[in-house]
């Protein structure tokens, strides 16, 4: 019986995981300069300690995170229905403010 409550726990977890508030398109929410912000089918979702971005679309999307205070982190390359994983905003107060396409060769 234990192992069946046990396996429920985490199967809730994993859905209240993945409903987390925070989950937000990248679009007009980020001040990226030149790149361009990702298009709405890429969605994030920010936690303290990662940061998860995922790939709706029907293209591959070179993307990256852009955080407040500007910390630079390497671009990622996502196929369609790729989940991929950024540092989150960590305990200083930081912030992601959304994704940004590095398809043109802008991000490293």
């Given at each position: 019986?234990?192992?069946?409550?046990?396996?429920?726990?985490?199967?809730?977890?994993?859905?209240?995981?993945?409903?987390?508030?925070?989950?937000?398109?990248?679009?007009?929410?980020?001040?990226?300069?030149?790149?361009?912000?990702?298009?709405?089918?890429?969605?994030?979702?920010?936690?303290?300690?990662?940061?998860?971005?995922?790939?709706?679309?029907?293209?591959?999307?070179?993307?990256?995170v852009?955080?407040?205070?500007?910390?630079?982190?390497?671009?990622?390359?996502?196929?369609?229905?790729?989940l991929?994983?950024?540092?989150?905003?960590?305990?200083?107060?930081n912030?992601?403010?959304?994704?940004?396409?590095?398809?043109?060769?802008?991000?490293?």
């Amino acid at each position: 019986m234990s192992r069946l409550i046990r396996s429920s726990f985490v199967a809730i977890a994993v859905v209240l995981a993945a409903a987390v508030p925070g989950t937000a398109h990248a679009g007009s929410q980020v001040d990226a300069g030149s790149r361009p912000p990702a298009p709405d089918c890429v969605t994030f979702s920010a936690g303290w300690r990662y940061t998860f971005v995922t790939n709706n679309c029907s293209d591959t999307h070179t993307v990256t995170v852009v955080y407040r205070d500007g910390t630079d982190v390497p671009s990622r390359v996502a196929p369609p229905g790729a989940l991929i994983t950024f540092p989150g905003y960590g305990t200083s107060g930081n912030e992601v403010l959304g994704v940004v396409l590095c398809d043109d060769g802008g991000c490293a």
